[in-house]
C-alpha cells in the first residue's frame, strides 16, 4: 500500500537561473484583492440606500416643521436610522458578502497560499468601510442643506458622536451578517436582515428600561437617544427628562464588544471552510491518483479487444461485399449506399461490424410522434414550475396566523393597520422579488425560448394570483368587528375597509411589478434595501394621522392602502397612480429583459 505525499510544484518561473522564491500575499495584496471583488456589489451599494434614507429624513423635516431646532430639527426624525435601517442593512451587506464569495468560489484563494485568517480579516475590514461610508453619507447631505439654508454647523459634536456609535453599531452587524452568511449559507441573505430587523426593534422598545444593561439588543439604540434628542419611540425629548443624561459610553463599547464576538465567529467560519476546502482537495487528488491508475489498465483491456495493428497495411482499403437489402443504408443525404467493390479502410471494419451487431430499439408510434412534433408550448405554463411555491404558500400561512392572532387578542383597530401597512405590501414585495429571483438562474436559456415581456407577464400573473388567494383571506381576517356600511358615517355609506379592499389589487400589483423590476436590474441587496426603506417612509407618513393629512403621503406609495382608507377622496387618484407606476415597472423588466441575460448578477 502507497501513501499520498504532497510534492512541491515548481513553475517555469521558479525555475529560471537566478529566480527568487515568491512570497506568499500580505494583508495589503489580499485586501487589495477584496476591494476589487467587492466592485458593484451590496457592500457599496447599501451607502446608497443610506443616502436616499437621509434625503428622505430631510424631505420630511422641512415638510412636516413638527420638531424645534438645528436645521428643521432634522435631527429628531434621524430616530428609525437606528432603530429599524441600519442595523438590518449592515446585516445584509456582511451577508451578501458571504453568499458573492460562496458563489464566485471565493475567487480562486481558497486554493491558493492565502492564509483563512487573512482572508477573514480583510473582508471584515472592508466591511468596516463600508460602514463608515454609510455614516458619513447619511451626514453629509444633511450638513451640506444646513450649510446652504445659513443654518451653520449645528451641534456638530453630537451627530459626529452619534455616527461614531452607529459605525461600530453597523460593522457588528456586518461582521455578523458574514458569519451567518459562512455557517448557513443562502438561507442567511434573508434571515441575516430580518433577525436584525427583530433585534432592532426590541432595542427601540426596551432602550429606556433600566435592565438595559443587560440586554444586548438596547446596546446600539440608547446611546443615540440623548444625541438626537429624542424618545425611543420618535418623540421629541422634554425639558428634564433623564433621557438627557443618558450616558453614552457603554452602550458603544457593548457594541463594540458584540462586534468582536462577530469576529471571532467570522474566523471560526473561514477556518471551516478552509478544512472543507482542504478535505475537497484530498478527495480531488485521491480521485485523480485513481484515475491514472486505472487509466493504463483501462487501455490495456481496450487493445486487447481491438485487432492487432499492422501498421502501414492498416489503412489499406479492403473489399467489402454488398450489405443486405434489409440493412442497406439509405442513399441522398446521408451519404451514397455502398456498392460492390467499394473499399474501406481496414481500421474501420471493426466499427462497422460493431454498428451493426448493435441492438435495435424499437420506439412506440407514441413516442415517435412525440418527438417529429413538439406539440404546443406555453410560456405561461412553463414559467409555473420555476416558482416557488412552497415558500409561498409557508408566508400565506404565517400572515393568516398573524393575523388572527392579532384579531383575537386585540381588535380590527390593530388588525387592520397590521394589513395595510405591513401584511400586503410586504407580501406584494416578496412575491415580485421572489419570483425573479427563482428565474434569475435560468434566466439566460428562458430569454432564447420567448420573449422577456411574455416570460414578465406570465410572472407578475401568477405572483397576482397568489397575492388574490392569500391577501383576500387576510382583509377578511383583518376586517372582523369593522363595519363595511356604517350608517352614521360621513364617508357616502362605505367603511374604511370597502375603500381599502377597493384600492390593494392596484397597489399590490404596483409593488410586486416594482420588486420584480428591482431585483432584475439591481440584485437581491438592492431590493432589499428598497423595500427596507419603502417600509419606513410607509410607516412613518401613512402610519402618523398629522403626517398623512399632508401632500407627504405621495411620497409613501407602500401605505397608500392605509392612506385611502384614512382619506377615502383619494382611492381613485391611488388606484390610477399605482396602476401607471406598475406598467411602467412592467416596462422597464421587459425592456431590460435581453440586456439582464447577457450579465451576471449579484
Given at each position: 500500500?502507497s501513501?499520498?505525499t504532497?510534492?512541491?510544484i ?12 515568491r512570497?506568499?500575499p500580505?494583508?495589503g495584496?489580499v485586501?487589495r ?5 467587492s466592485r458593484r ?7 446608497v ?11 420630511v ?23 429599524a435601517?441600519?442595523?438590518?442593512m ?5 451577508v451578501?458578502?458571504?453568499w458573492?464569495?460562496?458563489r464566485?468560489?471565493a ?8 492564509s ?15 460602514a463608515?461610508?454609510?455614516?458619513a ?16 454647523w ?30 448557513l449559507?443562502g ?8 433577525l436584525a430587523?427583530v ?20 446596546w446600539a ?8 434628542e429624542?424618545?425611543?419611540n420618535?418623540?421629541?425629548l422634554?425639558a ?9 459610553a457603554?452602550?458603544a463599547?457593548g457594541s463594540a464588544g458584540?462586534?468582536l ?10 477556518r ?10 484530498a478527495?480531488g487528488?485521491l ?28 489503412t489499406?482499403p479492403?473489399?467489402?461485399?454488398a450489405p443486405?437489402a ?16 467499394h473499399?474501406v ?8 461490424g460493431?454498428i ?19 406539440g404546443?408550448?406555453s ?5 409555473a414550475?420555476g416558482?416557488?411555491w ?11 396566523g398573524?393575523?388572527g392572532l ?11 393597520p397590521?394589513?395595510?401597512l405591513?401584511?400586503?405590501p410586504?407580501?406584494?414585495?416578496v ?5 425573479w429571483r427563482a428565474q434569475?438562474d ?8 420567448a420573449?422577456p415581456?411574455?416570460?414578465?407577464a406570465?410572472?407578475?400573473?401568477w405572483?397576482?394570483a397568489?397575492l388574490?388567494a392569500a391577501l ?8 372582523l ?9 360621513e364617508l357616502?355609506?362605505l ?5 381599502t ?9 404596483m ?7 428591482v ?8 431590493t432589499?434595501?428598497v ?5 419606513l ?15 407627504l403621503?405621495?411620497l409613501?406609495?407602500?401605505g397608500?392602502?392605509?392612506?385611502a ?21 412592467f416596462?422597464?423588466?421587459a ?12
Amino acid at each position: 500500500m502507497s501513501t499520498a505525499t504532497s510534492v512541491p510544484i515548481t513553475t517555469r518561473a521558479d525555475s529560471l537561473p537566478g529566480a527568487r522564491p515568491r512570497r506568499l500575499p500580505g494583508l495589503g495584496a489580499v485586501l487589495r484583492a477584496e476591494l476589487g471583488r467587492s466592485r458593484r456589489t451590496a457592500t457599496w451599494g447599501i451607502p446608497v440606500a443610506v443616502v436616499v434614507f437621509s434625503l428622505h429624513a430631510l424631505l420630511v423635516a422641512h415638510a412636516a416643521l413638527t420638531a424645534d431646532g438645528w436645521n428643521d430639527g432634522v435631527l429628531p426624525w434621524l430616530n428609525p436610522y437606528p432603530a429599524a435601517f441600519a442595523l438590518p442593512m449592515g446585516a445584509l451587506t456582511g451577508v451578501m458578502a458571504a453568499w458573492r464569495e460562496r458563489r464566485h468560489r471565493a475567487g480562486g484563494t481558497a486554493w491558493r497560499g492565502v492564509s483563512p485568517a487573512l482572508s477573514a480579516t480583510a473582508r471584515v475590514s472592508v466591511l468596516a468601510v463600508s460602514a463608515l461610508v454609510s455614516q458619513a453619507l447619511l451626514l453629509a447631505p444633511i450638513v451640506i442643506d444646513a450649510l446652504i439654508r445659513g443654518a451653520g454647523w449645528g451641534p456638530w459634536s453630537q451627530y459626529l458622536l452619534f455616527a461614531l456609535v452607529m459605525w461600530v453599531s453597523v460593522t457588528g452587524a456586518s461582521v455578523w451578517g458574514l458569519a451567518l452568511g459562512q455557517w448557513l449559507g443562502g438561507i442567511a441573505v434573508g434571515l441575516a436582515p430580518a433577525l436584525a430587523l427583530v433585534w432592532s426593534a426590541a432595542g427601540a422598545l426596551q432602550a429606556e428600561t433600566p435592565t438595559w444593561w443587560a440586554r444586548p439588543w438596547t446596546w446600539a439604540m440608547r446611546p443615540t437617544l440623548p444625541l438626537l434628542e429624542v424618545h425611543a419611540n420618535g418623540i421629541s425629548l422634554e425639558a428634564g427628562s433623564p433621557v438627557w443624561n443618558y450616558p453614552v459610553a457603554p452602550g458603544a463599547l457593548g457594541s463594540a464588544g458584540l462586534c468582536l464576538l462577530g469576529v471571532g465567529a467570522v474566523l471560526l467560519g473561514a477556518r471551516r471552510a478552509s478544512a472543507l476546502t482542504g478535505a475537497r482537495r484530498a478527495a480531488g487528488a485521491l480521485a485523480v491518483q485513481r484515475l491514472f491508475t486505472l487509466r493504463p489498465r483501462f487501455w490495456a483491456r481496450t487493445q486487447a479487444a481491438e485487432p492487432a495493428s499492422t501498421g502501414p497495411l492498416d489503412t489499406m482499403p479492403t473489399p467489402v461485399s454488398a450489405p443486405d437489402a434489409s440493412i442497406s443504408a439509405p442513399s441522398g443525404p446521408v451519404g451514397p449506399a455502398l456498392t460492390q467493390g467499394h473499399a474501406v479502410p481496414a481500421g474501420r471494419t471493426v466499427v462497422a461490424g460493431r454498428i451493426a451487431h448493435a441492438p435495435q430499439h424499437s420506439l412506440s408510434p407514441a413516442v415517435l410522434a412525440g418527438l417529429t412534433s413538439p406539440g404546443s408550448r406555453s410560456a405561461f405554463r412553463a414559467v409555473a414550475l420555476g416558482l416557488p411555491w412552497r415558500l409561498w404558500l409557508m408566508l400565506t400561512a404565517v400572515l393568516l396566523g398573524l393575523l388572527g392572532l392579532t384579531q383575537a387578542v386585540y381588535s380590527a383597530a390593530y388588525a387592520l393597520p397590521l394589513f395595510t401597512l405591513a401584511g400586503a405590501p410586504i407580501a406584494a414585495w416578496v412575491a415580485g422579488a421572489t419570483a425573479w429571483r427563482a428565474q434569475a438562474d435560468a434566466w439566460r436559456g428562458l430569454v432564447l425560448r420567448a420573449r422577456p415581456a411574455a416570460l414578465t407577464a406570465s410572472t407578475l400573473t401568477w405572483a397576482m394570483a397568489l397575492l388574490a388567494a392569500a391577501l383576500i383571506p387576510a382583509w377578511a381576517i383583518a376586517r372582523l368587528g369593522a363595519p363595511l356600511f356604517p350608517t352614521d358615517s360621513e364617508l357616502g355609506g362605505l367603511g374604511a375597509p370597502v375603500y381599502t379592499f377597493m384600492v390593494m389589487p392596484f397597489v399590490v400589483f404596483m409593488l410586486a411589478a416594482l420588486a420584480h423590476a428591482v431585483a432584475e436590474v439591481a440584485g437581491t441587496a438592492v431590493t432589499v434595501g428598497v423595500g427596507v426603506g419603502l417600509f419606513l417612509m410607509g410607516l412613518i407618513i401613512d402610519g402618523n394621522e398629522v403626517l398623512v393629512a399632508t401632500p407627504l403621503w405621495q411620497l409613501a406609495p407602500w401605505g397608500w392602502i392605509q392612506a385611502a382608507g384614512t382619506y377615502p377622496g383619494r382611492w381613485a387618484a391611488i388606484a390610477a397612480a399605482s396602476l401607471a407606476i406598475g406598467v411602467a415597472a412592467f416596462a422597464v423588466s421587459a425592456a431590460r429583459g435581453r440586456a439582464v441575460a447577457t450579465r451576471q448578477t449579484e
